[in-house]
Every structure is written in structure tokens, then in C-alpha cells.
């Protein structure tokens, strides 16, 4: 039901844009939000928008760098990526969630299947 693609190699300094789709219900009452996984580590909160008020969360990380949005009519969220930097290689991976709060990977109803970003130096 969440699909997530736009991941790849890229060197640091550059862009990617994440794309997350929904489909098999609506996701209106949801909001939704992106974080990553590295080797070794726990998913860690990255950006976060409520589907209908366009409000938005960023982890410190990110802020000033990601760009978290999303396109009702198209079901899709997206987030854009710039200026790379090596410590972001992770997997990606979009959620959603009805209540609860959007920077605890627990509170998420759903996931997608996750997509590899690696951010050479």
C-alpha cells in the first residue's frame, strides 16, 4: 500500500528525490513521514507532513538540506534530498500514521518497503 523508489548512488554534495505512493485506501486522515535505516543501527526519524495541513517535521540532520511535500491528487509524498552528505546512506523507508506521534517509528500504521540511498565521498 506504500511504495517507495528514488534511491540511488550518489556522490556527496548531489540530490535524489524520494518518492513514496500510495494505493489500496486513502491515506487522507494519515500523516506521513520518511526514515532510514543504516547497517548496524535503529530507524531513525527524518522528515515528516500531515496530508492535509502541510505541516512539517524535520530531524536536526536534515532541516535546511531535505524538503518533505506531497501531491494529494497524485497520492504521492516525496522527499527531496540535497546536498548529500556520506553519513545519509541508509535505506529509506515511508510510513504512515494516524495518531500518535510522527518521530517514533512505533506509532507508524504502515510501511513501504524501503529504498537504498549510498552517498559516496
Known amino acids: 500500500q506504500l511504495q517507495a523508489s528514488g534511491g540511488g548512488l550518489v556522490q556527496a554534495g548531489g540530490s535524489l528525490r524520494l518518492s513514496c505512493v500510495a494505493s489500496?485506501?486513502?491515506?487522507?486522515?494519515?500523516?506521513m513521514g520518511w526514515f532510514r535505516q543504516a547497517p548496524g543501527k535503529e530507524r531513525e526519524f527524518v522528515a515528516a507532513?500531515?496530508?492535509?495541513?502541510?505541516?512539517?517535521y524535520y530531524a536536526d540532520s536534515v532541516k535546511g538540506r531535505f524538503t518533505i511535500s506531497r501531491d494529494n491528487a497524485k497520492n504521492t509524498m516525496y522527499l527531496q534530498m540535497n546536498s548529500l552528505k556520506p553519513e545519509d546512506t541508509a535505506v529509506y523507508y515511508c510510513?504512515?500514521?494516524?495518531?500518535?506521534?510522527?518521530?517514533?517509528?512505533?506509532?507508524?500504521?504502515?510501511w513501504g518497503q524501503g529504498t537504498q540511498v549510498t552517498v559516496s565521498s
Open positions: 510510513g504512515a500514521l494516524v495518531g500518535g506521534s510522527v518521530y517514533y517509528a512505533t506509532q507508524y500504521d504502515y
Open positions: 489500496g485506501r486513502t491515506f487522507g486522515n494519515y500523516k
Open positions: 507532513i500531515t496530508w492535509t495541513g502541510g505541516s512539517t
